[in-house]
Nanobody, 114 residues
Framework: QVRLVESGGDLVQAGGSLKVSCAIS?????????MNWYRQAPGKEREWVGSIIRGGTTNYADSVKGRFIISNPVKNTLDLQMNSLKSEDTGIYYC????????WGQGTQVTVSS
């Protein structure tokens, strides 16, 4: 059974930095085509934040490009380093494998105070 568990969410001041992580278990070797982060702000739909594709290519939403970094430092971990945080980055951050019909974690709350 595939399981994704996010951690690291916190309250942080605008301009600060935070890293959230996702621990992945139960995934068959080679099954991850894309590893993704999504977020959902209060009252809004969930939105894509960024991806790391098999082979290491990363892509980011325009709203976070240049501020956020996705990495897969070890096989079963997906990190999201968030810098220069803004109040609009507030939301629940979700780890995902292989897109909308793939696997999801339960989310971790990130709150940025202005």
């Amino acid at each position: 059974q595939v399981r994704l568990v996010e951690s690291g969410g916190d309250l942080v001041q605008a301009g600060g930095s935070l890293k959230v992580s996702c621990a992945i278990s139960g995934l068959i070797r080679g099954a991850a085509i894309s590893m993704n982060w999504y977020r959902q702000a209060p009252g809004k739909e969930r939105e894509w934040v960024g991806s790391i594709i098999r082979g290491g290519t990363t892509n980011y939403a325009d709203s976070v490009k240049g501020r956020f970094i996705i990495s897969n430092p070890v096989k079963n971990t997906l990190d999201l380093q968030m810098n220069s945080l803004k109040s609009e980055d507030t939301g629940i951050y979700y780890c995902n494998i292989n897109g909308q019909r793939g696997y999801w974690g339960q989310g971790t709350q990130v709150t940025v105070s202005s």
